[in-house]
């Protein structure tokens, strides 16, 4: 398995004041596999993409990563293990404004001591390459993003709402890409979404509701990105 | 309070910090302003109170035909009291020391006309004892004087003794000078008594000084003018006012140091808190876009959302101008109390100026609401449906002018290249923060040029200039071979003649008096430097005169110079041959040989010039010298040096604050400015982070970009710090002394160190709050 949580909560406050986000949640996502996960807000979805990130640390419970406890490791093996690992892709892109595409994405490769061009021109945008973020659309700056994380060449790719920031055309094509680049790369994807329509296109769903599992099945036939509707 | 009112404390409360730092600012630059003018303004009244309840000379003319002058003076409209005295310059002794001393007669039976005095211990002299005297406070304190005590007055052919029955201080001596060429002396070598005009007309040829006191003891310049006029042709060797006369004149310069201190570095602190102020309020209104269109769309108007973000300028200006003007009010009372005890002013002036007190607030208010204003006008102009959608409008990025004018600099790694784009991501940012360098660095440089000028003054006089380790004064003129006698005395290595002499020069109807030195035209104990800097040689023929005679009589060299000096017949028209660049006093300098054959004689000696002998004891030296028959006074140079730089102490203390609040001020803009650039960066942080740029890389990027908008202000901030450090020095230019900047290339260095130091240690903060970053709430954000 590429991706296993046993027992996981995650409880953010103290007393009477605590949220528990997450509530002894045990998933495992296998290897080349994209996953949605859906709910409404506050119900985890985006702590869970955290945890699996390294970007938090579960309250209780186990985050195991490709056979690796993450909560073994120190600052420094989890700033290792986000550079090699996976790749994030925002809601808001979050690129560098002052960078160029070429250059938000060179920042990621030479990291970890890849090429930043065929990331690019994976995602189609090879004629974009000196543009800023402020001279791209929305999809392009995703796009962006996505190769970012690309460029890693990590084995799983984590979206947080890639979505939710473009209109329908764009964050179809988006999707499309993100389906392709599971299939041709074999990346387990992880993308959280609110949108419901989107886990039409996914291999699995997994509804999560007050912290806990709430639904999880596979999806028989996912359909292309170009299918959706919402 | 209103919901806007309760957020504005809510966000002040949330970014402490930098308001603090603001505030910070706002109050040292109004305590500084508010202490020195305050200062200031109570010196110069205690000045005032003094020069009128003590009757101090408008106007005062030595030599001539003293009862004439003062029985026409007495005539003249606008004359309130006239004074015919005596002073003399006569050697004292005190136990083993004698010194040059100076004894002014005064009305036995009561105070003088003008120029009374203040009995500060024992009484005023007695009519019935014609030997008693009055020591003047300096002397006084130095050798412990007081009711009793004696003091030898030696008068031409033996010593006197007198007893002291009195201590007074004088509007006259408090700053004890000889004369205007020789403002600084040690208690060592000079002090003053009064003693009863019978005794000092006995001691010298009677009265030869008049001393006019003019009404109400405001200055009149037709009356100077004409008093001045009538003096001259009565054959007054020198006239002089009160403006020119010694103690008051290096009193006045000094106290105008407060008045442009209170001018200059406030300027400096001000302009540094409205640029914090801009800095911060604009990333609060940017950040704040949001919340602004949802305040519009909720129908707060424009003029609302205006006085809103005003606040957040007028807070921080009243909550540090308002503490900073009571505390300069309170500091310039003990600046005063302290300034006036140390000099020992008879009278201390200490007013609440409640001018100053407003001045003060309005000061620290208007610099933070005007650097508020633009940010304001900002927020009010801003479209609620535009805001409210939360992407504040990104600028069109580009490469850097760095790598627009270095191509090469494309090829270095990303994360550099990021360094150099951010230092122009906010060029008004980048701007500011760099002024506030150069600012800081200003403060600094003119504060410890300040230092940096004097000792290398004091070293150009004490040790380039003069080549003497001490003047030998003797009792009356002697001949060369007296002078050569002391070469004999163990511990002398050399010994030379000189003779100073009280004189006056004038050219076109223009007048300056000041002490004409004759010395050996080969003499090794007074280099003679040029205006450019070179060495010169006493000339055979005409005088080298100080720069100050340049202005003061608007001549150059090559002009005749008419000089007239007591005790000299005759008017003999002398050429200036070249002026000379002395730190202290405008003196001319004149062979031996050339005045000689100027006025066809063989010139004495009234002192010697004395070296010692490689590892002599001065002590011995002194007791030697002193013991020998004919002299009258020994004035070790080393001492003059080192009470000097005691009576620097204040002033060394007051450039250590300024020094202190330099670096308060550099710390509170740099570390303002760089606490915005990184919350403003929050996100790009946390993306870094999650991407897997660890957080030591990501704190040198951040450092690295904001030591870089530091260095880029250093240069500038240098050249600006050692220009105003030059026109600072220019304004203590005058004739009594000469304030040319002198800067040492290591203060260069240390300054901008120190100013390098303070912008890592600024930026710690702000790097603190980047490893407490929250990772997976920041990058979810909409804006940053």
Not at chain 1, 62 to 80: K, M, N, P
Not at chain 2, 99 to 106: C, E, F, Q, T
Not at chain 2, 621 to 634: D, E, K, N, Q, W
Not at chain 2, 740 to 767: D, E, F, Q, Y
Request: net charge neutral.
């Amino acid at each position: 398995m590429t991706i296993a949580l046993h027992g996981v909560s995650k409880i953010f406050g103290e007393g009477p004041a605590a949220v528990h986000a997450l509530r002894d949640l045990d998933l495992t996502i296998p290897q080349g596999e994209l996953a949605v996960i859906l709910g409404p807000s506050g119900s985890g979805k985006t702590t869970l993409l955290n945890l699996v990130g390294a970007l938090d640390r579960p309250s209780r419970g186990s985050v195991q990563v490709r056979g690796r406890d993450l909560g073994t490791l120190d600052e420094r093996g989890r700033i290792d293990y986000r550079r090699t690992q996976v790749g994030f892709v925002f809601q808001f892109f979050n690129l560098i404004p002052t960078l160029t595409a070429l250059e938000n994405v060179e920042l990621v490769a030479e990291l970890v001591g890849t090429q930043a061009r065929p990331a690019l021109e994976q995602v189609g945008l090879a004629d974009r390459l000196d543009h800023f973020p402020a001279q791209l659309s929305g999809g392009e700056q995703q796009r962006v993003a996505i190769a970012r994380a690309l460029a890693k060449q990590a084995p799983i790719l984590l979206c947080d709402e890639p979505t939710g920031e473009l209109d329908f055309e764009t964050g179809r094509h988006i999707l499309g890409l993100l389906r392709r680049l599971n299939r041709e790369n074999g990346q387990t994807v992880l993308m959280v979404t609110h949108n419901a329509a989107i886990g039409s296109m996914a291999d699995r769903v997994i509804r999560l509701r007050s912290g806990a599992v709430a639904e999880d099945r596979r999806v028989a036939r996912p359909l292309d990105a170009g299918e959706l509707t919402w | 309070m209103s919901p806007l009112t309760r957020k504005l404390w809510r966000d002040v409360g949330r970014h402490r910090a930098q308001f603090l730092a603001v505030t910070l600012t706002v109050f040292l630059g109004v305590v500084v302003f508010a202490a020195s003018y305050d200062s200031f303004q109570n010196l110069q009244s205690s000045y005032e109170r003094t020069a009128v309840d003590f009757r101090f000379a408008n106007f005062t003319a030595v030599g001539g035909k003293p009862a004439t002058l003062a029985a026409e003076a007495a005539e003249m409209p606008g004359v309130a009291a006239v004074q015919e005295r005596t002073v003399a310059d006569l050697p004292l002794r005190i136990g083993a020391t004698e010194l040059l001393g100076r004894v002014v007669g005064l009305p036995p039976d009561g105070q003088p006309l003008v120029n009374q005095v203040k009995v500060i211990r024992g009484s005023y002299l007695d009519p019935a004892r014609d030997e008693a005297v009055l020591v003047e406070q300096h002397m006084a304190e130095h050798f412990e004087l007081g009711s009793g005590s004696i003091v030898e007055i030696f008068d031409g052919s033996t010593w006197r003794a007198v007893e002291v029955v009195g201590v007074v201080s004088s509007p006259e001596y408090i700053w004890p000078a000889r004369d205007r060429q020789d403002l600084l002396t040690s208690p060592d070598n000079f002090g003053v008594v009064f003693g009863p005009e019978t005794l000092a007309a006995r001691l010298t040829s009677g009265p030869n000084q008049v001393a006019v006191y003019y009404r109400g003891g405001q200055e009149d310049a037709g009356l100077t003018a004409g008093l001045s006029a009538r003096a001259r042709a009565l054959g007054a060797t020198s006239v002089f006012t009160r403006a020119e006369q010694p103690s008051n004149a290096a009193l006045s310069e000094d106290i105008r140091g407060f008045e442009e201190m209170a001018l200059f570095f406030p300027i400096l602190f001000i302009a540094a808190a409205a640029m914090a102020a801009y800095v911060m309020i604009s990333r609060l209104v940017h950040a704040q876009r949001p919340h602004i269109g949802v305040l519009r769309a909720n129908g707060f108007g424009r003029s609302a959302v205006l006085r809103h973000y005003l606040g957040y300028g007028a807070l921080p200006g009243l909550a540090g101008a308002l503490p900073g003007a009571v505390a300069g009010v309170l500091l310039a009372g003990l600046i005063t109390r302290l300034y006036t005890s140390m000099l020992s002013v008879p009278v201390t002036v200490v007013r609440f100026h409640p001018a100053t007190l407003a001045a003060g607030v309005v000061i620290g208010l208007v610099a933070t609401s005007t650097a508020a204003l633009a940010p304001a006008l900002f927020a009010s102009r801003v479209q609620p449906a535009e805001a409210m959608r939360g992407e504040t409008p990104g600028g069109r990025g580009r490469p850097s002018l760095a790598e627009r004018l270095l191509p090469p600099l494309r090829r270095l790694p990303i994360r550099w290249r990021m360094v150099l784009r951010g230092i122009e991501r906010n060029p008004r940012r980048t701007l500011y923060t760099a002024l506030g360098v150069v600012l800081s660095l200003v403060l600094v440089l003119v504060s410890w040029g300040m230092i940096d000028t004097i000792g290398h003054l004091l070293d150009l006089q004490f040790r380039e200039i003069q080549g003497q380790d001490a003047s030998v004064y003797f009792e009356g003129p002697v001949g060369t071979a007296q002078v050569a006698a002391l070469r004999d005395v163990p511990g002398v290595a050399d010994a030379e003649p000189a003779l100073e002499i009280p004189a006056s020069l004038s050219l076109g109807g223009r007048h300056y008096d000041t002490t004409l030195v004759v010395l050996e035209q080969a003499t090794e104990m007074h280099r003679f430097r040029s205006v450019d800097g070179t060495w010169l040689e006493l000339p055979a023929q005409g005088m080298l005169v100080g720069k100050g005679l340049e202005q003061a009589l608007d001549t150059r060299p090559g002009d005749l110079v008419t000089v007239q000096a007591s005790g000299l017949a005759g008017s003999p028209q002398v050429p200036i041959a070249a002026f000379v660049d002395e730190p202290l006093g405008t003196l001319a300098y004149v062979s031996r040989q050339a005045a000689g054959a100027a006025l066809g004689t063989t010139l004495p000696a009234t002192s010697a010039l004395v070296r010692y002998a490689p590892g002599a004891d001065p002590a011995v030296v002194r007791a030697a010298i002193t013991g020998l028959p004919g002299v009258a006074a020994f004035e070790d140079a080393n001492a003059l040096y080192d009470t000097i730089q005691r009576y620097m102490g204040l002033f060394y203390g007051f450039v250590g604050i300024m020094l202190v609040f330099g670096g308060a001020m550099a710390f509170a803009l740099i570390f303002n400015s760089m606490t915005v650039n990184i919350s403003e960066r929050s996100r790009e942080v946390a993306t870094l982070l999650a991407i897997g740029v660890g957080r030591r890389s990501i704190s040198r990027l951040v450092t690295v970009e904001n030591l870089a908008v530091t260095l880029l202000g250093i240069p500038i901030g240098l050249v600006a710090g050692y220009g105003v450090s030059s026109v600072a020095m220019a304004t203590f230019q005058s004739d009594m002394f000469a304030f040319a900047l002198h800067m040492r290339p290591s203060t260069l260095a240390l300054s901008a160190l120190a100013v390098v130091g303070v912008a890592l240690l600024s930026g710690w903060p702000g790097l603190r709050a980047l490893r407490r970053l929250d990772i997976p709430a920041v990058v979810r954000e909409r804006s940053s």
